[in-house]
């Protein structure tokens, strides 16, 4: 049977597609009204209708020439030690990514659905059968209260994503900087032995005005590579 271009063409597209977003609805809003109003507690909530708590949080900095950015992962799954091995292998997951060199510094940040915050952006992933489906429709309160020289970040989150199943989380969350679980040399950079050195961009209190498991197996985010 001889495939026409079209369909040919069509076949490409879908097979490069490697995460799935859901439509988003009109209205979505963050599940606290202010930082004070997040529980005191590991994040707890969620995702797609399945519940979903912190096992395992962690700070990975991307050094890789034009994909320089920051991101914070916290985790359904869980690892015997920090920075150690996250199992399940592809567990539910919500990335905080700072783009660039900033560095993330205490404040508070508010995410509207879809747009970045003070170049901040929030994600979720699943895994479902045989692919990854995702949400950046997030609408948030993010609060860093502390993040130290040695790289950790404490902070509280309460998030709700417009994915039309009401998936929402709030908590706490302390997160240790890992390294890259991905060899240097294959992603074109030197060793690093500590975190490395960054600008200032902390979060100033609203989107408008606002101003990281290491490289997993599906490897964050598919919306910024």
Same mark, same amino acid.
């Given at each position: 049977?001889?495939?026409?271009?079209?369909?040919?063409?069509?076949?490409?597209?879908?097979?490069?597609?490697?995460?799935?977003?859901?439509?988003?609805?009109?209205?979505?809003?963050?599940?606290?009204?202010?930082?004070?109003?997040?529980?005191?507690?590991?994040?707890?909530?969620? =995702?797609?209708?399945?519940?979903?708590?912190?096992? &395992?949080?962690? *700070? $990975?900095? @991307?050094?890789? /020439?034009?994909?320089?950015?920051?991101?914070?992962?916290?985790?359904?799954?869980?690892?015997?030690?920090?920075?150690?091995?996250?199992?399940?292998?592809?567990?539910?997951?919500?990335?905080?990514?700072?783009?660039?060199?900033?560095?993330?510094?205490?404040?508070?940040?508010?995410?509207?659905?879809?747009?970045?915050?003070?170049?901040?952006?929030?994600?979720?992933?699943?895994?479902?059968?045989?692919?990854?489906?995702?949400?950046?429709?997030?609408?948030? =309160?993010?609060?860093?209260?502390?993040?130290?020289? &040695?790289?950790? *970040? $404490?902070? @509280?989150?309460? /998030?709700?994503?417009?994915?039309?199943?009401?998936?929402?989380?709030?908590?706490?969350?302390?997160?240790?900087?890992?390294?890259?679980?991905?060899?240097?040399?294959?992603?074109?950079?030197?060793?690093?032995?500590?975190?490395?050195?960054?600008?200032?961009?902390?979060?100033?209190?609203?989107?408008?005005?606002?101003?990281?498991?290491?490289?997993?197996?599906?490897?964050?985010?598919?919306?910024?590579?």
């Amino acid at each position: 049977m001889t495939r026409s271009p079209l369909l040919v063409i069509a076949l490409g597209l879908a097979a490069c597609q490697d995460e799935v977003h859901p439509k988003a609805p009109k209205d979505v809003a963050p599940p606290a009204d202010s930082p004070e109003s997040i529980p005191d507690a590991p994040l707890t909530g969620s =995702i797609r209708g399945v519940p979903f708590k912190l096992g &395992d949080a962690r *700070v $990975v900095v @991307d050094h890789r /020439v034009n994909y320089l950015h920051t991101d914070i992962k916290l985790s359904g799954g869980s690892s015997e030690a920090a920075c150690g091995e996250i199992k399940p292998k592809t567990p539910t997951s919500i990335w905080l990514r700072l783009e660039g060199d900033g560095k993330i510094e205490p404040g508070v940040l508010r995410f509207e659905p879809g747009k970045p915050a003070g170049g901040w952006s929030i994600h979720y992933q699943v895994r479902d059968a045989e692919r990854w489906t995702g949400s950046a429709d997030g609408a948030a =309160i993010l609060r860093i209260r502390a993040a130290t020289p &040695d790289g950790l *970040v $404490v902070g @509280d989150l309460a /998030v709700c994503f417009g994915d039309g199943e009401k998936s929402c989380v709030m908590g706490t969350f302390s997160a240790p900087y890992c390294r890259v679980s991905l060899d240097e040399a294959v992603r074109g950079t030197l060793p690093v032995e500590a975190p490395p050195p960054l600008k200032s961009a902390a979060p100033s209190g609203s989107a408008a005005a606002a101003p990281a498991d290491a490289g997993a197996e599906h490897g964050g985010p598919s919306h910024k590579p």
